[in-house]
Structure formats: C-alpha cells, structure tokens
C-alpha cells in the first residue's frame, strides 16, 4: 500500500500539471484571438482571464517544485537501495561462503579433533551471523504493522542494558570490561522488546565503530518529568554535523558500500528511530567529551520508579 501511495502521488501531480498547461495555452491562444486586451469594453473579463492565468502559472510552478522534490527523493531513495542490495549481498555471501568451505574441507580429507571443533564453531558464528542479518531485517519490516500483540510491562532499564551490552561483547568476542556501566538503578514502564532492539543496536553501533583499544560507556539517569535519560558513547572517528539526520535513514550508511571495513545493512539506525517515535523518545547525537567518539542520548518517558540498588540483580560496576 505505500507503494501504491507514493507512486500514485507524483502520477497525479503530473496530470494535473499537464492539464493546467493545456488551459494556459487555450487560454492565451483565445485571448490572442479575441482581442481582449485591445477591447475597453471587455477589459473587465481580460483581468480576470489574466488573473486566473497567474493563478494557474504559479500552481504550475509550485507543482514542478513538488515534482523535483518528488524525484530527488526517489533518487535517493534508489541510492540506499543499491548500497542496501551490496551491503545484504555481501552479509549473505561472506557467512555461506565460508561454511561451504569448511564444509568440502571436512569432507575431502581427514582433520584432527581440534580443527573440527575449531570449523564447527566458526560455522556456528557465521549461521549466528546469518540469523542476526534475517531478524533485523524482520524487525524492520515489522515496523510498518499497526500495533502489536504484546502488553506494556515494567522493564528494568539498568539491567535490560547490561544484557544488551553482554549480547553484544559477546557476538564481536571482546570482553564485558570494553563496556564502561554507570547505571542508577530505573524502572520504565514500556514493550521490552522495543526497548531490547533500540539499545542492542545502539550498542551494537558504538562497539563496532568504536577505535582501535574500544571503549564504550553506557550511562543511565533517571530526569525530571518521568523520563530517563540514556547515553552511549564510544571512542571511534564521530559524526560530522551535517550527516546526523542523514544516518537514521533506511538503508543508510555514510561513504561508499564497496568501501567498508565494518559490516551492516543500514537498517540499524532505522530501526532505532522508529522505535524512539513509537516509545515517544527523543534521540541526540552529540560528540564525545575530551576526545573523539559519538555520544547517542536518547531521553525515554515512561519511568515508573528509581528502584533501591540490589547486590544480587545489580548491573556490572563502572570499569
């Protein structure tokens, strides 16, 4: 249906500028021939004609104005298409190539005991990886539905980050420690699932551009109004300004595609968004304090309560 919608958009607008362009020209083609403007008599009826007509020309142009805006959209709207089908061609490839190769090598010829424990878990890695790409771009697609099924629960915030954060140490293999905790303790009364997905792939985001030594710090405060305030910093090269919206575009992902060291779809960024709006949270891109990096602050409603800290539930300690 939002195909259908944003096609059916600028098919209309072109009609509809086709017809006003062929009543401007029968109409100065009937004035020129009447005579109008030489007539005193009908001078009356030639100021209205010429006012209509100015009306009409300036409808016109505001209609090839929408139109141009129209199509740059949709040139680049094609653009991240294209860098989406390399960046999924190259997820897909990369993780099925590799099995195969191990694979052919376990059946063409005799491995020890270690190296196959050692391919069958690289091949575990790579279906894991397979699996990540297939569940965001469900997620993504899941965006679009009205609604959904599960009920609004009260989420403990500081211990729903520290999993996100492990979740994550643990698919690009680098230790808890790389995560720096500052957590109050938080109750927010939201979808779990919304909230899981939003911060996994914000600190998916942070480890993966983080620089050379990672460091990632997550801190959590309960603010004023009911809301809490989240903010996850990394160490990497940063943002520049002017490409802050730019990056929480579908499919979006800055510099060439062919070009890329780290692996991504572009749906990442999307996807946290358009949970934000859906959880009527506020996203701030700031740069790091002190040094290079990104600090995404994302300013979240709903909290319930501050809970007291509990030794035994409590979240990693500040590194």
Known sequence: MAARRSLSLPIVLAIVMIVILVVLTVGWVLMTVMGLWKDNEKAGLYI???SIGTTFIGLLLAGTIIYLVLTIKTINLNRRQSNFIDSVTHELKSPIASMKLYLQT???????????AEFYRFMVEDLDRLD???NQLLEAGRLGTAGMDQDVED??????LADCANTVCLRYRVPIETVCF????????ALRVELDVLFRNLIDNAVKYAGSQPRVEVTLRPADGGRAVVRIGDNGRGIPPRLRRQIFGRFERLGLELERD????GLGLYLVRNLARRLHARIRVRDQEGGPGTVFEVHLPGVVASRPVDSSTDPPPRQ
């Open 48 to 50: 209205a004609l010429l």
């Open 182 to 189: 500052d957590l109050a303790p938080c109750t927010v009364r």
């Open 106 to 116: 376990l059946h063409r010829r005799q491995v020890s005991q270690e190296e196959q």
């Open 132 to 134: 990540r790409l297939i």
């Open 155 to 160: 989420v403990p915030l500081d211990a729903l």
């Open 262 to 265: 780290k692996p991504g779809t």
